[in-house]
């Protein structure tokens, strides 16, 4: 999911850009599985306008849209005098230990990932820090914000509240919901993360996203838990 939501998020940029406006919520429903192989990716508005435009992507392999994308893009200004933000700083990547997710988690993906963990990591809880040096597309002229949100759905698991594998619970994401009051610069992306399970087999995991220059927004992922 994770490099298949950076690949939708540079089609809706792609999708008639306007230099006065910018993607600043983006909602991705996962329909099924995301199959390997070929695919497409359908662009279309849904809601034209002159300060906010909801703009869709689909990506489609088989016949079948595996992942539905929608985004609000929104006019810009200047609103410098009374800018300000209550999330908090968390400590930056040079400052955290290197971590290697793959003890936790199986898969070429992860292993592709550059990871730096900050202290008090632990099961429902932690500020991890993710790069990686493989291009969305063999253009390799992809915005920071695409490659970006190409990462973020890796919060579903940094900091697991349950072992993931056998005799264990599984709790995989139906969505991605993602909010940025800033646009994001760099190649970092640092996820403070909280995960919470209820009572009824549905959990929620939420995330305020950083880059070098501090928090820029949040994510949430609504989860499905079933035990293995």
Not at 6 to 35: F, K, N, T, V
Not at 66 to 89: G, K, Q
Not at 125 to 153: C, F, I, N, Q, Y
């Amino acid at each position: 999911m994770a490099p298949a939501s950076g690949l939708l998020a540079e089609a809706l940029e792609r999708h008639q850009p306007r230099a006065d406006m910018r993607m600043a919520r983006l909602s991705y429903e996962i329909l099924g599985l995301i199959p390997g192989g070929e695919f497409h990716i359908e662009t279309s508005t849904l809601r034209p306008g002159k300060t906010i435009e909801l703009l869709q992507a689909e990506l489609v392999a088989a016949g079948r849209t595996a992942i539905r994308a929608t985004a609000w893009r929104m006019i810009t200004s200047d609103t410098a005098e009374v800018a300000a933000v209550e999330d908090s700083a968390i400590p930056g990547p040079d400052d955290c230990k290197p971590y290697d997710g793959s003890a936790v988690w199986p898969g070429g993906y992860i292993r592709s990932l550059e990871m730096r963990v900050a202290e008090g990591h632990r099961p429902g809880a932690g500020k991890v820090w993710l790069r990686t040096d493989h291009p969305l597309t063999d253009r390799e002229d992809s915005s920071d914000l695409a490659r970006l949100m190409g990462l973020v759905d890796t919060a579903n698991g940094i900091a697991a509240r349950v072992p993931p594998g056998k005799d264990s619970f599984a709790f995989p994401n139906l969505d991605l919901q993602i909010h940025m009051y800033r646009r994001p610069e760099g190649e970092w992306l640092g996820l403070d993360n909280a995960v919470s399970f209820g009572r009824d087999g549905i959990g929620l995991t939420s995330t305020v996203l950083h880059d070098r220059m501090g928090p820029f927004g949040r994510a949430e992922q609504i989860l499905t838990l079933r035990r293995t």
